[in-house]
């Protein structure tokens, strides 16, 4: 059984034994932060190996109306880290990662029509279409292959992407190569060397994908939506010097400020695992002028500390069932997580 497939069976065994219901209560939750990326109908493709990172406009509709009928109340980002001392647990502040145009044409409809405020976090290096979106090049190249090599680069002298299987292999182990055993530069040389091979051009992906300047100011317009900071290029901070992954956050900063006329107070740590960014990440933020940092590493968002380096539960393509979010947004989950951890 597949990774997914086994937290698919916990999520849906938590649920079926009512487990919001008698886990350990949480006192000191004020709430949850969500990460969404992708918000577009549902593809046909059996090769999908981003699809963790898509959900339906028509599953973003009934998780939001969901949350509303059982009393949660979504809040903005800014609202969520205010150093006001509110304790609620069941608020949400939602977010979206990368600036992806869909968030544009199918998400904000919805966000509209439920009147749920939202950040996006924008990578001027996407917008500017000067930075890789590697992870969706990788897929579009190997999509269009039957075999993948690139001459003393990659994880294997050729790999094969015949079948559907070999495909998800073949991105599982690139995937892997790009983000642990090469640095960043190399990275970027690796997936521009591979993007020229097979006649992928990286600028058109971002430009078919990615919100330019204009739509930018657009949905920054409307008063449900903030635009938050995501680093000039998208990198791994933690694999950078830290002179480097302090200038990645400030000129994101700069540039966003410069495209819409307002500083962001706040940025998303690309990736957001603890080996893309942890500790140092999160003094850097503070240090470049952000109110607020948040990860991916799941969990509720705590009533007092710093509000830097925060988890985020992410609302998972692979998921698309507002039962598992009822477990996920349930702070004892996460309390009792944490507990087990510091037992070994």
């Not at 994880?155 to 642990?180: D, G, M, N, V, Y």
């Amino acid at each position: 059984m597949s990774r997914h497939a086994l937290i698919r069976a916990a999520l849906r065994a938590l649920s079926a034994s009512r487990a919001p219901a008698w886990l350990p209560g949480a006192r000191d939750a004020r709430g949850f932060i969500v990460t969404l990326h992708h918000v577009r109908p549902a593809g046909l493709s059996p090769f999908d190996p981003n699809g963790l990172l898509a959900i339906t406009p028509e599953f973003l509709d009934r998780f939001l109306g969901h949350f509303i009928q059982r009393g949660w109340r979504f809040v903005s980002l800014a609202k969520m880290v205010a150093p006001d001392g509110v304790k609620d647990a069941k608020r949400i502040a939602v977010t979206l990662d990368d600036g992806y145009r869909n968030n544009l044409e199918h998400a904000w409809p919805v966000f509209q029509r439920h009147a749920v405020p939202f950040t996006i976090f924008v990578c001027p290096g996407f917008s500017d279409r000067t930075s890789e979106l590697w992870w969706e090049a990788l897929e579009r190249i190997i999509a269009g292959t039957t075999s993948l090599s690139l001459a003393g680069e990659g994880p294997a002298q050729e790999l094969s992407t015949r079948s559907i299987a070999h495909k998800r292999r073949a991105f599982a182990l690139w995937t892997k190569w790009l983000t642990t055993r090469v640095d960043e530069t190399h990275q970027r040389v690796a997936i521009r060397a591979l993007a020229q091979k097979y006649g992928l051009d990286l600028a058109a992906l971002a430009r078919e994908l990615v919100m330019d300047w204009d739509e930018v100011r657009r949905i920054a317009a409307h008063p449900l939506c903030t635009i938050g900071a995501h680093t000039m290029t998208h990198p791994a901070l933690a694999r950078l010097s830290r002179d480097d992954a302090l200038r990645e956050m400030r000129e994101s900063a700069d540039r966003v400020e410069a495209e819409i006329g307002r500083r962001p107070t706040a940025i998303a740590f690309p990736y957001g695992y603890p080996k893309a960014a942890d500790a140092r990440e999160a003094e850097l933020a503070a240090e470049a002028g952000f109110a607020a940092s948040v990860t991916t590493q799941p969990g509720y968002v705590p009533i007092s500390g710093s509000m830097h380096g925060l988890p985020r539960v992410s609302v998972n393509g692979l998921f698309q069932d507002t039962r598992y979010l009822d477990v996920l947004l349930t702070p004892g989950l996460w309390k009792l997580r944490r507990r087990l951890r510091r037992r070994g």
